[in-house]
């Protein structure tokens, strides 16, 4: 990706995550991006290109770390399952958290019609599709069952989180998540 591109994309995935897409206007952006409106035009027809590339690029990020975290562990299938909410807390809990992409942007574009909360509710579904093969690769029976309990866990503690930095509701909802787990294991 063109360098100038990338940069206008990581400057208005920080301005998105730490002011709200709404508030964050194309000045703004080009100002901190050292760009001018025309360039941004240039890679981004519309804010809306803005802000669904932005989406696109924290979500692709976040499920390459998600991938290359468990897929270093080289353990079982139920030990990738057991440690995702460990991966997740220790995301959260990293300084450079600053909430989950989707979920904000589903908050600002509450429409369903909209393409950008379209795209978050995409987001939201492939993490739980994300769960859901994990949960069949340890062979649980009620995979879909257990991703939604999961999704909903993580969705909410990362909400929790984003409003009050150290709630400790992602080291609830992690504990939450080990109950659920070992559940779900040992009824398979």
Known sequence: ?????QKILQVSTDLFQTRGINSTGVDTIVAV?????????KYFETKEELILAVLQQSHQDFQHWMNEKLGGLGGSPNEKIQKLFEFI??????????GIAFIKA?????NEENRIHQ?????????????TKLAQEANIKDAEGLALQLSI???GAVQAEQIKRGSGAIKSAKKAAKTLIDMAIKQS
């Open 1 to 5: 990706m063109n360098t100038l591109k």
């Open 89 to 98: 807390e220790e995301w959260v809990t990293s300084p450079s958290f600053t």
């Open 153 to 155: 866990l993580f969705e």
């Open 106 to 110: 589903s908050a600002e574009f509450p």
């Open 119 to 131: 795209l978050s509710s995409q987001q939201s579904r492939e993490f739980r599709q994300f769960i």
């Open 33 to 41: 991006a050292g760009t001018t409106k025309m360039t941004l035009y």
